[in-house]
């Protein structure tokens, strides 16, 4: 237990992410989401207080399923709103602008919703990794991983652990490269993610904005 103490992985760039999602929301037309443009916020903002305060009071189970809640609310309607914009491409009543807006908003979208699930999933959760204190195996190959103890000790890093900042990274390099670039993929279910986080980047990216621009 102590070195999950010594170890505490803060939880707060999850949260920002979760807000920025649902703030995200915002930039999208009325015809993409389900209901008022801030409901998603709403929900998110209220579902937090639960997640920090059940953490504080050391209810890591039902934190856990928190977690998992308000990421697939998030997925879910990111989703949603993909499959809405694609379904209205052949009516071709959007404006370039609009078309413009809706594909970036929801290219990042994709990348924070991502990150969330890879930091959520990988090598048990942030509190699983709390608890070995230090990082030895996982779904993905870090950089730090491949170096030598006495290397990782003359760095700082005898002790090191991914944080939300290292899956974010590695789902920009997704959806930005279609690859993970520094960090090999070693489980099929973070493979199977990485696909489908390219398959929603190349859509939003090669598909929307290109069409947005060819009509401008």
């Not at 979208?109 to 990794?129: C, E, K, Q, S």
Request: hydrophobic fraction near 55%; charge should be positive.
């Amino acid at each position: 237990m102590s070195n999950a103490q010594n170890r505490l992985e803060p939880r707060w760039p999850a949260l920002l992410a979760l807000l920025a999602v649902a703030g995200l929301r915002l930039a999208l037309p009325g015809y993409l989401v389900i209901g008022p443009d801030w409901l998603l916020l709403v929900v998110v903002s209220a579902l937090i207080v639960p997640t920090v305060t059940s953490r504080q009071r050391g209810y890591h189970r039902l934190n856990q399923v928190l977690g998992y809640l308000l990421t697939s609310i998030v997925t879910a309607d990111m989703v949603w709103s993909l499959c809405l914009l694609l379904a209205a491409l052949p009516s071709r009543k959007e404006t370039p602008r609009a078309l413009l807006v809706s594909a970036g908003a929801l290219w990042v979208t994709n990348i924070l919703v991502f990150a969330l699930w890879y930091w959520r999933l990988d090598a048990g959760g942030p509190r699983a990794r709390e608890l070995r204190g230090v990082h030895t195996s996982g779904a993905f190959l870090f950089p730090q991983l491949t170096v030598s103890p006495a290397v990782r000790q003359n760095l700082g890093q005898q002790a090191w652990s991914p944080g939300f900042i290292d899956y974010l990274f590695l789902a920009f390099n997704t959806s930005t490269a279609f690859s993970p670039t520094d960090s090999p993929v070693l489980s099929r279910w973070a493979k199977a993610l990485m696909m489908l986080q390219a398959l929603i980047s190349f859509a939003t990216v090669a598909l929307l904005a290109a069409r947005a621009v060819n009509i401008l």
